[in-house]
């Protein structure tokens, strides 16, 4: 084969040439606009030649053709955490279905990083951006969303979100999930409960704190000294906080981490290096409901997070702000579900 040809970019008049039809059905099909345009048939060959002249859209020229973008930024901060994978799902899949496509970047929990991938989204064009913020105290996150707010620039804030920024969110009743969750351990008759949450001040972990102290409160238990604080990020010290918990002359019956599913189930972990049998001697619940937490044992009671609707919903509202409609400061929370499992028990 011809090197030259070999390495030629296949474009939507070959495409056209070898379905033997016109370049504006062509491209109608490859934008998904062809319903009730483009005959069957002809649509058949056109998505045959595709196939076998190994056609590969040209982004970069689409947007300086037409102006227009359809690219959309996400970034989570840690693509590794088992949360993320779902709510990715469920943004991705609704951007396929709305003619949008997705490029994610991995902040690692590093403003630095976030910052540096919002200046990369910049440089390309994107049309929009879809973030999942760091744990950041001193306000940069702030800053730069109002920045990019003046700007013009489409931004979204899911799963972390904090209304101080007056952005669209989509992200959970953290506040009324943590309650929940907090009044079902009281109803099993745990009424010493200690709460496990990292420091810092994200918006959603202060909500759960919230939720629990509601619940403590107005069935007259006792929070004080009932709040444990992890390291914000790697949880360096969970080792310390689990045995302060369990040495503590309050004598917990129960561990409520609102700081997710993989802290709970290191927890569970640690109990047993202290030889504490859980539920037995203690229970231990979590926040998320990510897949491993149904498989461990005992399988963790937690609060299931609609992962996939949450990717959704944002992804529909990206639209709507792309599209100019009036957006500002709104918000969408899910609720979240009670998940029993058996790393709690009864206590009579």
């Not at 390291?231 to 080792?239: E, K, P």
């Not at 299931?304 to 702000?321: F, H, S, T, V, W």
């Not at 709104?330 to 979240?336: R, V």
């Amino acid at each position: 084969m011809d090197e030259n040809k070999a390495n030629k970019r296949v474009g939507i008049k070959d495409i056209a040439k070898e379905a033997n039809t016109s370049i504006a059905s062509v491209s109608l099909v490859i934008n998904g606009k062809d319903n009730g345009k483009v005959a069957d048939k002809v649509k058949k060959r056109i998505l045959e030649a595709i196939k076998k002249l190994n056609y590969q859209p040209n982004l970069n020229a689409r947007t300086l053709k037409s102006g227009d973008s359809v690219l959309i930024g996400l970034i989570v901060p840690s693509i590794t955490n088992h949360f993320y994978p779902e709510l990715i799902k469920g943004i991705m899949q609704r951007a396929d279905e709305l003619g949008y496509y997705i490029v994610i970047f991995d902040s690692e929990n590093d403003f630095a990083k976030e910052e540096a991938y919002v200046r990369t989204l910049r440089s390309i064009s994107a049309k929009g951006i879809i973030i999942a913020g760091v744990y950041d105290d001193d306000g940069r996150e702030e800053r730069m969303f109002h920045e990019l707010k003046e700007q013009g620039v489409p931004l979204l804030q899911v799963d972390r979100f904090n209304p101080i920024h007056q952005l669209p969110y989509v992200g959970l009743d953290n506040y009324q999930a943590s309650y929940e969750m907090t009044k079902y351990l009281l109803s099993i008759g745990h009424e010493r409960i200690a709460l496990l949450m990292p420091q810092g001040k994200q918006y959603i972990i202060e909500e759960r704190r919230r939720g629990y102290e509601k619940a403590m409160k107005e069935t007259d238990h006792d929070i004080e000294d009932g709040i444990f604080y992890l390291d914000a990020i790697h949880f360096s010290n969970l080792d310390d906080c689990v045995k302060n918990i369990i040495e503590s002359p309050k004598r917990f019956t129960a561990i409520y981490d609102a700081n997710g599913d993989i802290s709970a189930i290191e927890v569970i972990k640690e109990l047993r290096k202290n030889d504490l049998i859980v539920p037995d001697d203690i229970g231990v619940t979590g926040f998320d409901d990510v897949y491993v937490s149904a498989l461990i044992k005992p399988a963790l009671t937690t609060i299931r997070q609609p992962k996939y609707e949450l990717g959704k919903n944002a992804m529909d509202l990206m639209k709507q702000i792309i599209d100019g409609n009036n957006t500002e400061n709104m918000g969408i929370q899910l609720k979240g579900q009670l998940i029993a499992r058996g790393s709690v028990s009864v206590i009579l």
